[in-house]
């Protein structure tokens, strides 16, 4: 869930202007009463940048709106963009939510763990049942857990710059090779350094442990 943030850099060093492709935030819904439902926003309706920025996620739109004065692109239900301007109270919410939590691509799972309870999944199944998250924002988002072995430098730097705290990590084994072996990555060996990269950078951590009986 969402946890409000008080952060000291401006929005121009917390939210990257992004170059490569990036979805419109999708609306879902109006909360009634709420800004966007005055301005005119519906469900349907997209949202491309805010203050010249694209949001990559919730974590990004959320810093953006933070903002009193708000520049936003919208794409309507019928392709035409609209450009609106608001002037709000600091902090305070638009009232929008949105169809998915992710505006750019989930980050997926790069182990082969021979207990993955997605490639146990029976067939027939809702698709969503087996997409392999391990995506950060959505553990810092909705408490999800991943395993920090498909992290790029970028993703580290984000997380110390916007401060995504509490993250949950699925730990498995600290010992690098049994780790390495679990999860049936050489990426995997380096997690008590990750933990410390985290305590070093007032980063919250919910650790979880997996444990297996009789695994050769």
């Known amino acids: 869930m969402w946890q409000e943030i008080n952060y000291k850099d401006s929005n121009d060093l917390l939210v990257p202007n992004i170059t490569y492709k990036i979805n419109p935030a999708e609306i879902e819904s ?3 009463n709420s800004i966007a439902e005055e301005i005119g926003f ?3 309706d997209s949202i491309i940048s805010i203050n010249g ?3 990559r ?3 990004d739109y959320q810093i953006l709106i933070s903002e009193e ?3 936003i692109s919208v794409l309507d239900k019928n392709h035409e963009i609209h450009n609106i301007n608001i002037e709000k109270d600091q902090d305070v919410n638009l009232g929008i939510n949105f169809k998915n939590a992710l505006f750019d691509s989930i980050k997926q799972c790069n182990n082969k763990c021979p207990f993955c309870f997605i490639d146990q999944q029976p067939s027939g199944k809702r698709k969503s049942l087996y997409i392999k998250d391990d995506d950060y924002r959505l553990s810092f988002l909705y408490g999800s857990y991943l395993t920090l072995t498909n ?4 993703d580290w730097e984000r997380i110390a710059m916007q401060k995504l705290s509490p993250l949950f990590i699925s730990v498995h084994a600290t010992d690098p090779a049994t780790r390495e072996k679990l999860l049936k990555n050489k990426k995997a060996g380096v997690i008590l350094d990750q933990i410390s990269w985290f305590e070093k950078n007032s980063i919250q951590i919910t650790c979880s442990n997996c444990c297996l009986s009789r695994y050769k």
């Open 69 to 71: 004065i708000l520049d």
């Open 151 to 154: 992290l790029k430098k970028e």
């Open 30 to 32: 109006i909360e009634a």
């Open 53 to 55: 920025k694209k949001p």
């Open 42 to 44: 519906e469900s349907g």
């Open 57 to 59: 996620d919730l974590i």
